[in-house]
């Protein structure tokens, strides 16, 4: 089994920014991809941004480009999110997860593990 913990969410004004963490444990092997979802009130659960093992490939989904940014250290098996120029329409329960086996993955199918979710709120 593996274990994700999110933190880092809070409450932040327009604008402002938030960097979230999220570390795996238990037991993991191999390659494995990590993603950040994030589900707002009455919506369902959308992709934010994908990383792969080797840090080397990342994905976001076009609303947070230029504004987000992922990365990993592997050492410590955690992942990040690093949100910048927040938004109102950023506010959501950020969820981390893990996919076993695949290089990178954008699809909420694909992920095997996830966090318990962490609340971003932006103030408008």
């Known amino acids: 089994q593996v274990q994700l913990l999110e933190s880092g969410g809070g409450l932040v004004q327009t604008g402002g920014s938030l960097r979230l963490s999220c570390t795996a444990s238990g037991q993991i092997f191999g390659s494995y991809a990590m993603g950040w979802f994030r589900q707002a009130p009455g919506k369902k659960r959308e992709f934010v941004a994908a990383i792969a093992r080797s840090g080397g490939s990342t994905s976001y989904r076009d609303s947070v480009k230029g504004r987000a940014t992922i990365s990993r250290d592997n050492a410590k098996n955690t992942v990040y999110l690093q949100m910048n120029s927040l938004k109102p329409e950023d506010t959501a329960v950020y969820y981390c997860?893990?996919?076993?086996?695949?290089?990178?993955?954008?699809?909420?199918?694909?992920?095997?593990?996830w966090g318990q979710g962490t609340q971003v709120t932006v103030s408008s």
């Open positions: 997860a893990l996919a076993s086996g695949r290089v990178i993955a954008t699809l909420l199918a694909h992920y095997d593990y």
